[in-house]
Nanobody, 124 residues
Framework: QVQLVESGGGLVQAGGSLRLSCAAS????????MGWFRQAPGKEREFVAAISWSLTTYYADTLRGRFTISRDNAKNTVYLQMNNLKPEDTAVYYC??????????????????WGQGTQVTVSS
């Protein structure tokens, strides 16, 4: 089992920034690529970004440039820095863990473990 706990969500004005954190515990962190998804009301859960143990990253095309994923392997923590936020970024953001070394365009069905989610609300 891997336990994932997100933090850092909140309310921010358009153009602002937030940094989400996800602390992992349980099985060996190095065995998992880590990622973020988000889900807005009435919409499907969508891929945001992923990062491998070796720090290879992959982003959803529409978010590359504004969002940055990183991880601190010593702290078993993954981060999502979100800049120039827009109202359409409003969603519940979920941390995800997927066994293996590769990253790419993940689908929700391929994720092994989920966090509980953290709400991000961007006001216009």
């Amino acid at each position: 089992q891997v336990q994932l706990v997100e933090s850092g969500g909140g309310l921010v004005q358009a153009g602002g920034s937030l940094r989400l954190s996800c602390a992992a515990s349980g099985r060996t962190f190095r065995n998992y690529a880590m990622g973020w998804f988000r889900q807005a009301p009435g919409k499907e859960r969508e891929f945001v970004a992923a990062i491998s143990w070796s720090l290879t990253t992959y982003y959803a095309d529409t978010l590359r440039g504004r969002f940055t994923i990183s991880r601190d392997n010593a702290k078993n923590t993954v981060y999502l820095q979100m800049n120039n936020l827009k109202p359409e970024d409003t969603a519940v953001y979920y941390c995800a863990a997927k066994g293996g070394l590769r990253v790419g365009q993940w689908v929700p069905e391929g994720v092994d473990y989920w966090g509980q989610g953290t709400q991000v609300t961007v006001s216009s």
